[in-house]
């Protein structure tokens, strides 16, 4: 008796064919509510036998789950059909089509990464959300020195005990370093655009996000030399085959001996303007040999390698190429700035 009732009903849903919104509701009701002929089913399922019960339980499960289904199914159909009447203006013109530029950073960003590639390095990336370990300690940055206020970042944890153990957002691309050096033998050389952070008021000049490159060369005799050659032969490749660089002395914990890179004002020749307060060079990079702490802390043996690394901020390097004067145009998504990219490559 119950098992001809669910065969009935098996094939009456397996019929079920409506793409009315109110009847498929109706539906639902007769066979899937509380008061619905499966429910009902479940009443008459208490006067089977034990020996049936397993044959016949199973009967009622595919019921109600072809019901479901199908139910499903053409709500889905009622869905597309409807948005499809609603949305689709077959009257409507596809013309003018218009199209988004390129970002004037990713532009600038790909010419560098362009010119590195031409010189032999490889893309590597590293996460903009690290842990101290690889931003810092790894870099031979000491855990009380004062270098750390180079670059204060934003911090997600902290931890005060250790400060190796908190996580945070890179201050700059030079974590890269440290993952990469841990996972691979020399010879290396990658470079590794990406986003960085800084805890810095927002002005014309400076903001709390900004883009970097860096570039990192560990091999055997790796040396100065070859630092300077790249770094001369990326300026003319970007700013002109007059271009002149100059090296100056400075600091930072992960290379040794550190410097400045100027490159000759492209704006003026290097004769002196307002761009580069009349001196004649624009500061672009910085760069230096890769402390030995820092190959050891990454698992690389110092007395058999060495290496170089340089750093530069797309927005600077843009900004020389483009002249943007205000740094927040870049990340306020107005139009009418990204649209004079437009012929730009
Ligand atoms: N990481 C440095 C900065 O952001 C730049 C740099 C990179 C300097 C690599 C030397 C070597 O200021």
């Known amino acids: 008796m119950i098992t001809e009732k669910i065969e009935k009903l098996l094939e009456e849903v397996k019929g079920l064919s409506t793409n009315n919104a109110e009847e498929i509701e109706q539906l639902r009701i007769k066979y899937l509510s509380k008061k619905g002929e499966i429910s009902q089913l479940m009443n008459d399922f208490r006067e089977v036998p034990a020996e049936l019960k397993k044959t016949v339980g199973m009967k009622i499960n595919e019921l109600k789950q072809l019901a479901i289904d199908k139910i499903n199914e053409l709500k889905e159909n009622t869905g597309s059909?409807?948005?499809?009447?609603?949305?689709?203006?077959?009257?409507?013109?596809?013309?003018?089509?218009?199209?988004?530029?390129?970002?004037?950073?990713?532009?600038?960003?790909?010419?560098?990464?362009?010119?590195?590639?031409?010189?032999?390095?490889?893309?590597?990336?590293?996460?903009?959300?690290?842990?101290?370990?690889?931003?810092?300690?790894?870099?031979?940055?000491a855990a009380d020195h004062p270098a750390r206020d180079m670059q204060d970042t934003f911090f997600i944890e902290a931890d005060n005990e250790n400060v190796t153990n908190n996580v945070i957002l890179r201050s700059h691309t030079s974590n890269d370093q440290s993952h990469y050096m841990e996972t691979h033998e020399p010879p290396i050389r990658v470079i590794c655009p990406g986003r960085v952070?800084?805890?810095?008021?927002?002005?014309?000049?400076?903001?709390?996000?900004?883009?970097?490159?860096?570039?990192?060369?560990?091999?055997?005799?790796?040396?100065?030399?070859?630092?300077?050659?790249?770094?001369?032969?990326?300026?003319r490749e970007m700013f002109g085959a007059d271009t002149r660089i100059r090296l100056r002395p400075s600091y930072f914990p992960f290379t040794e001996p550190s410097?400045?890179?100027?490159?000759?004002?492209?704006?003026?020749?290097?004769?002196?303007?307002?761009?580069?307060?009349?001196?004649?060079?624009?500061?672009?990079?910085?760069?230096?040999?890769?402390?030995?702490?820092?190959?050891?802390?990454?698992?690389?043996?110092?007395?058999?390698?060495?290496?170089?690394?340089?750093?530069?901020?797309?927005?600077?390097?843009?900004?020389?190429?483009?002249?943007?004067?205000?740094?927040?145009?870049?990340?306020?998504?107005?139009?009418?700035?990204?649209?004079?990219?437009?012929?730009?490559?």
């Open 81 to 141: 059909a409807q948005t499809q009447n609603s949305l689709l203006d077959l009257t409507r013109t596809s013309y003018p089509i218009k199209l988004g530029t390129r970002h004037p950073l990713m532009l600038v960003q790909n010419e560098i990464i362009e010119i590195f590639q031409r010189m032999g390095f490889t893309l590597a990336s590293s996460p903009e959300i690290d842990d101290d370990l690889h931003v810092f300690t790894k870099l031979n940055f």
């Open 197 to 235: 952070f800084r805890n810095e008021a927002i002005s014309a000049r400076a903001h709390c996000f900004f883009h970097q490159v860096e570039g990192l060369y560990v091999d055997k005799n790796v040396s100065f030399t070859d630092l300077k050659q790249v770094l001369l032969s990326f300026a």
């Open 259 to 345: 410097a400045e890179m100027d490159i000759s004002c492209n704006i003026c020749g290097g004769d002196g303007c307002g761009f580069c307060k009349h001196t004649g060079w624009v500061e672009i990079l910085g760069c230096g040999m890769v402390d030995p702490n820092v190959l050891e802390a990454c698992g690389i043996d110092s007395s058999v390698y060495t290496g170089y690394a340089f750093g530069m901020g797309v927005e600077r390097i843009t900004n020389l190429k483009y002249r943007v004067s205000d740094l927040r145009l870049f990340s306020e998504n107005d139009t009418r700035f990204l649209k004079e990219f437009e012929s730009a490559k």
